[in-house]
């Protein structure tokens, strides 16, 4: 889920047959993922792993929606430019009010995550929270190749997203077929299921650091070699 402060009606359907068995349930699992969506938790940002070196200049919020990690990365990197991009033109409209109202200064640009039209090896450091659970599996190596081109060589690419693991218990595996469907997640599945930390590596990171967050997610830093 990204984050916002709505979840669109319209996506909330069932067949005819089912509608009068599944209201209530609807209503619990969206009023979860709205308490979720309302409170990103953006504590994480306070020790994202910088370079080697200590140079940290340019920062890029991949999958920025509007803008919540984006500001707490300046808070973290106060001297960098920091900048924020996504897919969705009103995302980044409102990010960029949202940064001047809170008189944070960072930059927000509309774009792709695999094709993102930015400098080759200028960032130090590049942040993707609960991006990839967001995009087509067919999405994913060219998204890393992308990371890749932009970081300089040490710079550390940070994913926060759901864990992934092809062996969920039952009760997992009905949140996470009820997300999908009901709760416009249809790409959620695939990423869970994928193997990610291989992916990493074939695009050429190495995996610093792996682990739970202290909400439900899963963050993994990776070192471009």
Known sequence: MRPSATIRADCITTPRSRRR???????????VAIAAIRLPDTSFTTVLLAPADGKVTRVLDLGCSIGQCTTALKDRFP????????????????????????GVEVHFRQGLAEDTRLPAGQYDVILA???FHEVPERLFKPI???????????GCFTVVDA????????ANRLWLKFDAHYNCEPYSPAFVASDFTSLLGEAGFRIDSAGPTPTFLHCTTAVKA
């Open 129 to 131: 929270y609960i991006l």
């Open 79 to 102: 001297t960098a430019e920091v900048t924020g991009l996504d897919v969705g033109l009103p995302m980044v409209r409102y990010a960029h009010k949202r940064a001047t109202d809170l």
């Open 144 to 154: 890393l190749a992308e990371v890749h081109r932009l970081l300089r060589p040490g």
């Open 163 to 170: 864990p992934n693991n092809r062996n969920l218990p039952a």
């Open 21 to 31: 068995s599944t209201p209530r349930l609807i209503f619990i699992f969206s009023r």
